[in-house]
């Protein structure tokens, strides 16, 4: 499966934008790109998920590099319930059913007030 | 509308006892899975079921775990003689994916954890 590199962590003010980067270099040409969000003491949530062209949802906007090495989450307004750790995860071939998710460490974000 | 809810929300076990923890998931949901989440990572898949085919379990640690789902709704993950290794959270996920469309959404438990003393 392809990998993914995320920071650990990162810091942010409270509404001011946030772009939480996301390394793929290895990604397969039908890898989908995933986000979901775990808050503290919750099981993960989905927050966006995109193929080539940028996303936007109510929660996030997904920008995604040409080359779809890299990518970057992009939460606007960034509020203290944001805080959370984010796992970017690679989506694997559409003929394989059962898509378990394959989580690495995620990056923390820590939102100030 | 209701989402996902495993139970127990905590569970500690001594040793060597056997546990079994619940899984309910969103109605009409096709797809069930497990995760193993350890403290400080992410979570690790263990098991798929679509309907009551358990059609993946590479991700089972050792034969002491098992997971079922008789009648495709309801799962249950029994842990058989604990081992301190074991300590983490539970988490479950259902997702409508039926196997043929590609696009999934998994919508996770808050979990159980597990301490094993």
């Known amino acids: 499966d392809a990998k993914t590199t995320q920071p650990n962590s990162m810091e942010s003010n409270e509404e001011e934008p946030v772009h939480l980067p996301c390394n793929h270099s290895t990604i397969s040409g039908t890898d989908y790109i995933h986000w979901y969000r775990q808050l503290p003491s919750q099981g993960p949530e989905y927050v966006i998920h995109?193929?080539?062209s940028n996303v936007n949802n109510r929660m996030a906007s997904l920008a995604i590099a040409e080359d779809r090495k890299s990518s970057t989450l992009i939460l606007h307004r960034a509020t203290l319930r944001d805080a959370a750790v984010y796992y970017c995860?690679?989506?694997?071939?559409?003929?394989?059913?059962?898509?378990?998710?394959?989580f690495g460490g995620g990056t923390r974000l820590m939102v100030k007030p | 509308g209701a989402g996902v809810s495993q139970s127990p929300r905590y569970k500690v076990a001594k040793r060597g006892q056997d546990v079994a923890l619940r899984c309910d998931p969103i109605s009409g949901h096709v797809s069930l899975f497990w995760y193993q989440q350890a403290l400080g990572q992410g979570p690790e898949f263990l098991t798929y079921f679509q309907n009551e085919a358990q059609l993946d379990k590479s991700g089972l640690p050792s034969d002491r775990f098992f997971a079922e789902r008789p009648e495709g709704s309801v799962s249950t993950l029994k842990i058989q003689r604990t081992q301190q290794e074991d300590s983490a959270v539970y988490l479950c996920a259902s997702s409508f994916d039926t196997g043929v469309t590609y696009y999934y959404e998994q919508y996770f438990g808050p979990g159980t954890r597990l301490t094993v003393t």
């Open positions: 995109g193929l080539t």
């Open positions: 995860i690679l989506g694997i071939s559409p003929n394989n059913a059962g898509n378990m998710l394959t």
